[in-house]
């Protein structure tokens, strides 16, 4: 059973892997189509969920590019043969081995298989879904790319909000991007 239901479109949140990173799956209700968002480091269960719910995934999506977010891609690209989506500025993080994960996550994991550069305002379309790219990096941040959100006609809306955006600072701009960027998207998007 999915953790909500919406407009069509079914969210499952699964915080994966030895920082409990939210992986989101959005599906299309009535076509069972989905798009795994950030998988963490635990592409097995996200298969096990996509096998009991079944569902076919059609989008593999990232947020940004630190390793602890893409760490299960490379085996969930191999299990559906489909590239990873990113944000074009967060690319080259992605495709690279990013050697200091091992500090907190006690393994490297394999660089991911990019298959789409993504850019404010993309669409991706889900079964009767269609997804729309808003970037929203923080300001002053050291890293190209910090978050990518997608709003559907469920306005499911998937950031990296954990531990990282502890700071009022952090939780302010993460409001104030989804109260501008998000809640006043079109209702044809």
């Given at each position: 059973?999915?953790?909500?239901?919406?407009?069509?479109?079914?969210?499952?949140?699964?915080?994966?892997?030895?920082?409990?990173?939210?992986?989101?799956?959005?599906a299309c209700e009535a076509s069972?189509?989905?798009?795994?968002?950030?998988?963490?480091?635990?592409?097995?269960?996200?298969?096990?969920?996509?096998?009991r719910e079944g569902l076919t995934?059609?989008?593999?999506?990232?947020?940004?590019?630190?390793?602890?977010?893409?760490?299960?891609?490379?085996?969930?690209?191999?299990?559906?043969?489909?590239?990873?989506?990113?944000?074009?500025?967060?690319?080259?993080?992605?495709?690279?081995?990013?050697?200091?994960?091992?500090?907190?996550?006690?393994?490297?994991?394999?660089?991911?298989?990019?298959?789409?550069?993504?850019?404010?305002?993309?669409?991706?379309?889900?079964?009767?879904?269609?997804?729309?790219?808003?970037?929203?990096?923080?300001?002053?941040?050291?890293?190209?790319?910090?978050?990518?959100?997608?709003?559907?006609?469920?306005?499911?809306?998937?950031?990296?909000?954990?531990?990282?955006?502890?700071?009022?600072?952090?939780?302010?701009?993460?409001?104030?991007?989804?109260?501008?960027?998000?809640?006043?998207?079109?209702?044809?998007?």
């Open positions: 059973m999915a953790d909500l239901r919406s407009e069509g479109a079914l969210v499952w949140q699964l915080p994966l892997g030895a920082l409990g990173t939210n992986c989101y799956m959005i069972r189509r989905a798009v795994v968002i950030d998988c963490g480091d635990d592409a097995g269960a996200v298969m096990d969920l996509v096998e995934i059609d989008c593999l999506l990232a947020t940004h590019g630190h390793a602890d977010h893409l760490g299960g891609f490379p085996q969930l690209s191999e299990a559906t043969r489909l590239g990873v989506a990113i944000h074009a500025a967060d690319r080259a993080m992605a495709e690279s081995k990013q050697h200091a994960a091992v500090v907190f996550m006690g393994w490297v994991p394999e660089p991911v298989r990019v298959s789409r550069s993504l850019s404010d305002g993309d669409t991706l379309q889900v079964g009767e879904l269609r997804l729309r790219v808003i970037h929203t990096p923080p300001p002053g941040a050291r890293f190209a790319s910090r978050a990518t959100a997608c709003s559907s006609p469920a306005t499911c809306c998937c950031s990296p909000v954990g531990w990282v955006h502890r700071s009022s600072g952090w939780r302010r701009y993460r409001d104030e991007a989804l109260a501008n960027r998000v809640l006043p998207s079109p209702s044809s998007t």
